[in-house]
Structures are given as structure tokens and as C-alpha cells.
């Protein structure tokens, strides 16, 4: 007696779903890291001002940080006090003359009067600070 054998057929997986699965996992993955925004390194509570204008975005500050444990930084990158001065005066003119301070309200009034010494003996006349509005 002769029994009917049947081919079992290799199996075979379909590639165009998987290309197009692959296509969306890296355009999401693009998109989320291309409009991350950068964000501070040291969390800064900036003290409210009741005469605080808003000024344009127009410029990239160089931002010099002070943080409540009264640690400096420029550009946030961790610094002492007295190599502010020469840091500073390695930075490029354009981005010397957009340096801006950013103190956290609980930061010690004498680490903020030596880092605008420093600040002022390294060449920089207009300093702004950022503040926040009034809640």
C-alpha cells in the first residue's frame, strides 16, 4: 500500500512588514532626539524680579551658573572661582559679549560678588542676570 507523502513547505517570513516596521522605529527615534532641547545640568531656582523684561532669543548667552551649594560653572562646565577670570577670557568675543550670570537664589551674596569680579576683571562690561517673573 502506498501512502500519499505531503512536501512540508519551508517557511518563509514576509520582509516588507518587517522593512516597514524598522522605517517607523528609526524615524520616531530621529525625531525624538533631534528636538530634545538641551537641558541645564544644575538645577537653578532663579530668584522673581518685578521690573524683568523678556528679552529676544535671538542670541546664544554663554552663561555663567552659580548653584545653591555655591558651585560655578561656564557653559555648564564645572569651574572654580579663580579660573573663572581666565576662562573667560579664553571665550571667543561674541560669546563674551553675550555672557550672562545665573545665580540661584540661594547662593551665598559673597560667592556672586566674586564671580562678578572675576567676571569684570576678565573684560566684561554688560552683564544681565536671568530672572523669573512674578507667580
Do not use: W, Y
Request: aromatic residues 4%.
Amino acid at each position: 500500500m502506498k501512502f500519499a507523502v505531503r512536501k512540508r513547505r519551508a517557511p518563509s517570513i514576509i520582509i516588507v512588514s518587517l522593512v516597514d516596521i524598522l522605517t517607523i522605529l528609526l524615524i520616531f527615534f530621529v525625531v525624538s532626539t533631534t528636538f530634545k532641547k538641551d537641558q541645564p545640568e544644575v538645577q537653578i531656582n532663579l530668584p522673581e524680579s518685578q521690573t524683568a523684561t523678556s528679552a529676544p532669543a535671538e542670541t546664544e548667552h554663554a552663561v555663567v551658573a552659580v548653584n545653591e551649594n555655591d558651585e560655578v560653572s561656564l557653559d555648564g562646565r564645572a569651574l572654580p572661582v579663580e579660573e573663572l577670570q581666565s576662562a573667560v577670557q579664553d571665550l571667543p568675543g561674541s560669546r563674551k559679549s553675550t555672557l550672562a550670570l545665573q545665580a540661584d537664589r540661594k547662593a551665598s551674596f559673597g560667592t556672586i560678588i566674586k564671580v562678578m569680579d572675576a567676571l569684570k576683571l576678565a573684560g566684561v562690561k554688560n552683564l544681565p542676570a536671568f530672572t523669573q517673573g512674578e507667580k
